[in-house]
């Protein structure tokens, strides 16, 4: 088993360690209090929003640049890094300072409530920093193909820290203040945690006068592409966080925790996209370095066809026992009106499955600005969409933006990427899995009274998703399954 495998499997199996806890404390402890939660959340996305304008793009050169560094011995690469993101800290917090009075007049005639960002800046803030340099770390990590640790000493973690702090809270052990002050020490821990095992891989390369050993040419090559990159990563956050933000300005945390438990639920769907995006970033910069497109293009499909696979068995699994999980479920009743929104956001995640690593392609090939083009057209879309559709259709709307502005994204994207390297993702064996996700999908609507059965959805559910695997085995449609399916057939029946 390759590098990509084992890192993707061990982190996977990490994800949904984490998963099985977030599920326990969504069905029993996240509901005791919806309020705390979807503030925690608001506090985490809009944290995550602010920091992306204090990074300008700065994680972005780590995959792309280590190469060049590494290739010519040039020390300090990350104290260069940091350098970058300091100074971009500092510019972006005076203009935000000086700027303050007419931005906040301007989003409070919109209709959002500016106090929610005031009330809580005591923690956005901070957080918004510490976000910045964790993001360059966790990059650098995966230079060294390692993407295990570092998500169970953040995402791992993280799961286990916010049920505790709903549950202090509900029990009055402390207060909201109390944990906002508790998130800002937990994420700087983080940070000293990941710096010892990036210096444990030998990755902890800081040479303070690096300035000095690059090229101004280099300089200006690197900054002109964390521009880029920082428009990037603006728009991406703008699609998975902003949707978190406007609900919680436009309605309440309350419904930033309702939207926050169907998000967590498509998530569970994407675990292994993040997984194999993470460890294919290096190998598709490494793979242009050395203009080997085959390799890309042979990625590109098997990422596709195996991702789509995952996501609609998964997919299957949750949509087709929903109901039983709202019986199940504290004040599970609060959620039911609300169930299409899990249904557009498992739509989103498993277009971004199908469509594979197109970012990824651009991202690292010479035609890499033309990402700017698609986020800004993403960023605004994004807005615009969720905006209009928050106010009409309340979370369901925030769904549903999200669906269309990341539908328009893939669209851009793949096409782009088959004009320019005459590559796309898809396989006439996606049309079979799609109408297996058809035929979950339609399922619970059609016979809405068999599926409000604990026994029946599960019965069904577990046929439904043996039927797909077994198809999908016959028909050879995955290497990747039926040699993970023949290797431990070929185990079992040894023993016997």
């Known amino acids: 088993m390759g590098i990509v495998q084992r890192q993707s499997l061990k982190n996977s199996i990490v994800n949904y360690l984490g998963i099985g806890i977030g599920g326990l404390s969504t069905m029993f402890i996240y509901p005791l209090d919806w309020d705390l939660y979807g503030e925690i959340q608001f506090i985490l996305s ?3 929003l602010l920091s992306s304008l204090f990074a300008m793009g700065s994680h972005t050169l780590v ?3 280590f190469p060049y560094f590494k290739a010519n011995k040039i020390k300090g690469f990350l104290s260069l890094l940091f350098i ?7 510019i972006v917090s005076i203009l935000l300072f000086l700027f303050k009075e007419p931005f906040t007049t301007a989003i409070s005639l919109g209709g959002f409530d500016v106090n929610k960002i005031e009330r809580n800046l005591f923690v956005i803030f901070p957080l918004g920093i510490l976000f910045v340099y964790f993001a360059i770390l966790r990059a650098q990590s995966f230079n060294y193909a390692r993407i295990v640790v570092p998500d169970v000493i953040s995402n791992f973690s993280l799961k286990l820290l916010i049920p505790i702090l709903v549950i ?13 002050w508790i998130l800002i020490i937990y994420n700087f821990l983080i ?4 710096l010892k095992y990036i210096h444990s891989l030998g990755g902890l390369d800081f040479k303070w006068n690096v300035i000095k050993k690059v090229a101004f040419g280099k300089h200006v090559e690197m900054i002109r592409y964390m521009i880029y990159g920082a428009m990037n990563h603006v728009g991406n956050i703008l699609v998975y966080k ?3 933000v406007m609900i919680g300005l436009l309605l309440s945390t309350t419904k930033v925790g309702y939207y926050s438990i169907f998000l967590f639920l498509s998530v569970v769907i994407e675990v292994p996209t993040k997984a194999i995006f993470q460890i294919t970033g290096p190998i598709i910069s490494k793979s242009f370095e050395t203009n080997q497109l085959l390799e890309i293009r042979k990625l590109y499909k098997n990422s596709s066809i195996n991702l789509y696979l995952i996501g609609v068995v998964l997919f299957s699994i949750i949509w087709l026992n929903i109901n039983t999980f709202f019986t199940i479920m504290t004040n599970g009743e609060d959620l039911i009106i609300y169930k299409t929104v899990f249904l557009l956001l498992a739509f989103t995640k498993l277009v971004d499955m199908v469509t ?10 010479k035609y890499f600005r033309a990402n700017t083009l698609f986020i800004a057209i993403l960023a605004v879309s994004n807005i615009l969409f969720n905006y209009y559709l928050i106010n009409k259709y309340d979370i369901i709307g925030a769904a549903l933006a999200t669906g269309i502005s990341m539908l328009l994204f893939n669209l851009m994207k793949t096409i782009f990427v088959f004009i320019q390297f005459k590559m796309h993702p898809f396989r006439k064996e996606l049309l079979l899995l799609t109408l297996f996700l058809i035929g979950a999908t339609l399922l619970p609507i059609l016979f809405e009274g068999i599926f409000n059965s604990i026994f029946f959805s599960l019965i069904i559910s577990i046929g439904f998703v043996i039927l797909l695997i077994f198809v999908a085995f016959k028909l050879n449609i995955s290497l990747e399954l039926n040699n993970f399916i023949k290797k431990y057939r070929d185990k079992l029946i040894n023993k016997k």
């Open 191 to 194: 940070i000293v945690l990941l």
């Open 242 to 244: 902003i949707d978190i």
């Open 168 to 180: 202090l809270s509900y029990f009055s052990i402390i207060n909201d203040q109390q944990v906002g």
């Open 46 to 48: 809009t944290s995550i």
């Open 63 to 65: 995959n792309k640049y």
């Open 356 to 365: 594979s690593i197109n970012f990824h392609i651009i991202s690292y090939s």
């Open 84 to 90: 970058y993101s300091s100074v971009n800290i500092l």
